[in-house]
């Protein structure tokens, strides 16, 4: 009978520390899972503050800002078949402040996320670009050298090269997080 008892407490001490055990596994799952849910959540959190920092990025003030340049440039081009005077006046006073306070606008609006931060710096150096080529062609106007007419369209070049840098990289971001991003010509 002792023996009974003896073997009934030995095996009942084997199932109460088996299922302690077991409890505390079940536990460990749980944490893992638990944080498992939680690490998943906050890539969703993440993704979906992504995708509402580049919509509003590309938005709005990125469109005005576009469209205040495209304005300056036709402002450019239109003084294709005006004086060389008429040309200096018009770059010194009102082309190139107006494009150098667009940029200032443009370099203001950083975006906070590093990915969105690092393609805005693209559009602000294609920006930089074409403000000194803007610059270079006004010193080409008042030197009267031609070599500074062509250090101008380098200029142009290398800013349109950014600008096209700048559309790819957007458009690439804008895929990695489910976003359609087009541009108006």
Do not use: W
Request: aromatic residues 8%.
């Amino acid at each position: 009978m002792k023996k009974g008892l003896l073997y009934s407490l030995i095996m009942f001490g084997v199932f109460v520390l088996t299922a302690c055990s077991t409890h505390s596994t079940a536990s460990q799952n749980d944490k893992q899972e638990t944080a498992q849910d939680t690490a998943q959540e906050k890539k969703i959190q993440q993704k979906k503050e992504m995708k509402q920092a580049i919509s509003s990025y590309s938005g709005t003030k990125l469109q005005m800002i576009a469209t205040a340049e495209q304005t300056i440039l036709q402002q450019y081009r239109g003084l294709e078949d005006t004086s060389d005077e008429h040309k200096k006046n018009t770059l010194y006073k009102q082309i190139i402040p107006k494009y150098t306070s667009l940029k200032k606008k443009a370099a203001n609006m950083a975006p906070q996320p590093k990915e969105l931060k690092t393609v805005h710096r693209t559009f602000i150096t294609g920006m930089t670009f074409q403000e000194q080529a803007l610059q270079t062609v006004l010193d080409s106007l008042r030197s009267r050298d031609h070599t500074k007419s062509l250090e101008a369209n380098q200029l142009f070049k290398k800013a349109a090269t950014s600008f096209r840098t700048y559309h790819k990289e957007l458009v690439a971001l804008g895929k990695k997080y489910d976003l359609k991003i087009t541009f108006s010509k």
